[in-house]
């Protein structure tokens, strides 16, 4: 990419990704034809799809944003796909398919390197429903005679752990209720899709959630709300390149933590039904950020919003406080001219008037997204490799930013890059 031009224009977010994948899940614990709308045609949601189908359910995908499932024909509760190791939201499966079937034999999860991420809390919400969770050679196996509901109370406040045990907690008996729960826009997404199939869950949004068992899910039609982190992202994006972006089909409640800091950091923020401008400012003031649950500072946009503060006047002060690994970005950034001093999960960054373009590495989704975003900011040519991460949760990124003036290519191997080299100079 070469850098250094404001993105200006409209761009369209997609359907959120962490939502669709609990939803996918979702999906199979009924017997009846689920449609879902509104999914992003990205590859973390083909994974999940394609173990779906590989255990018996009928995946039709009517089109790129659309699919019917019905997990009528599933005959197996053992997830082997090899992809299925690489992503996160594999663990889902086990709830859907425990709340379902009373058993489930999954991969442990993988998904971004960016902390230790233990699934503790998944399998303490588990047994306390009554099944009995080991894990074996790699594998999470989960067994029940019946599930039982239950009250638990979560020791962190985990996305993945609530979403989990809210599957499964839908089909056991009686009812359920889960405290210091995660209230993420997804976890309402999901638990409106659930209740759309018959579940019935209340106070998804808040700290506690209540659930009355019911004997049976049916099918539903169900559109997926927009992805509060693209959202943000493209937000940011107008920030660090000095631009002027409409970011449309958006909730606008979603994005008030990220509005604020934008406000905080001089930009302008003009806020419609189902969208927001963002117009960019000659130079971003420095601010600190500390990343927190939702409805504090996402840490999905801690790398876009660092980018942004390595390009402000002042020195800033960011804290990532949900995961130990998430600063490696900042080495990337540090070679294209940033002032970075990392201290624990703490980073104390000096903005610099300009970034330079060099070859860098996305080590992450959101870790890439941002480090494009840097480059489209930076003098010069910047080339990001291992963008196979950013295609996991950004749908037709670059197209994006092409339709928003970004000058940057896909380039599938050297001799693509050097030609867009060539002809950017
Ligand atoms: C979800 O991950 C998202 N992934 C992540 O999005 C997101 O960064 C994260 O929530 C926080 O918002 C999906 O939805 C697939 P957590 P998850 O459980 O569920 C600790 C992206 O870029 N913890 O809320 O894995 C954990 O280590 C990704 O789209 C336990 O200790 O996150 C972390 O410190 C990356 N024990 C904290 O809780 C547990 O059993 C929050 O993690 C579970 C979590």
Redesign the pocket.
Known sequence: MKGGKPLVGEVTVSGA??AA?GILAASVMTDEDVRIENLPDVRDINVMLDAIAEIGARVSRLDAHTVVINGGPIDECCVESENMKRI??SYYLIGALLGRFCTANVPMPG??D?????????LKGFRALGADCRIVNGKVLADAERLRGSHIFLD??????TINIMLAACLAEGRTIIENV?K?P?IVDVANFLNSMGAEIKGAGTDVIRINGVKRLHGTVYSIIPDQ?EAGTFMFAAAITKGDILVKNLIPKHMEAISAKLIEMGCEILEFDDAIRVVGTERLRAANIKTL?YPGF???MQPQAGTALSLAKGTSILTES??ESRFRYLDELTKMGAEVRVEGNTAIITGVEHLSGASIQAC???AGAALVLAGLSADGITTVSDIRYIQR?YEHFEQKLQSIGASIELAEDDRASMKFLLSAV
Do not use: M, Y
């Open positions: 990704k962490n994948l996160r939201a998904g971004c960016i902390g230790s991420r233990p699934i503790d809390q998944h962190i406040v985990s996305v993945g752990a995660a993420e997804h982190i649950p996402p840490t999905d949900i995961f992450d989704l959101r949760g």
